[in-house]
């Protein structure tokens, strides 16, 4: 069985005073029925860990290097995101994937490295409104989880979330048959990859325009185990709404 997720994605969002709204949360859910995960900048991590030492919420990050240590200016290793307090890490979102090239063989990287320092990577894929349109959109949901997923990807160390790129931050969000379809077909092609025992154990989040108002329905649709949440992951009022539908569904 596996147990649902509710990760907040703060992307480039917060500073110290945002630590309330994580406080906030966490006093809410003292004992949720669903995991928590909130991924704050970088520069919060540290801090973010310590607000919720204690609390049901885990904290993570948003981007790895796949290298240990090296030269790389500005880049975060998977010991450093552990080391401040994460144990999670998203990695190959659609944002890192158009503002920094990254490809599906560096997302797999990433979360190799993600793995072997015991961190759960949480890989994003999803297609865009052009390759929806152009009937894509599974073709491009399978090559991107063939190439970013390890091969030891089991469900200790590995979360899925699809997000189709179209339905972040715009309000636009797929049909629930839509999200069905592409939900069963990871679900299908990580049993074919993986076997059905650890397919059945990897958690598959929806993310893009989930809100209090259309998370419950979104939770009831085959294979989500729960979401990724940015915009509405902000605010304790807004997030809090959302995981409480997610320990419901
Ligand atoms: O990582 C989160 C997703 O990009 C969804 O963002 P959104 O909830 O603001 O649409």
Redesign the pocket.
Known sequence: MRRKLA?G?W?MNGTGDSLGELAALAESHPGPAADILICPPATLLSRAADTARGSAVAIGGQDCHANASGAHTGDLSAAMLKDAGASAV?LG???RRADHGETDAQVCAKAEAAMAEGLTAVI?IGETLAEREAGDTLKVAGTQLAGSVPASASGANTVI?Y?PVW????GKVPTLEQIAEVHDFLRAELTIRFGAETADSIRLLY?????PSNAAEIFAVSNVDGA??????LKAADFSPIITALETA
């Not at 339905?167 to 715009?170: H, M, P, Q, R, S």
């Not at 993310?207 to 809100?211: F, L």
């Not at 990724?228 to 992951?233: F, K, R, W």
């Open positions: 990760a994605n992307k998203i979102h659609s944002e994003c979330a997000e339905a972040i931050g715009t993310g893009g325009s989930v809100k990724l949440v940015g915009g509405a992951s």
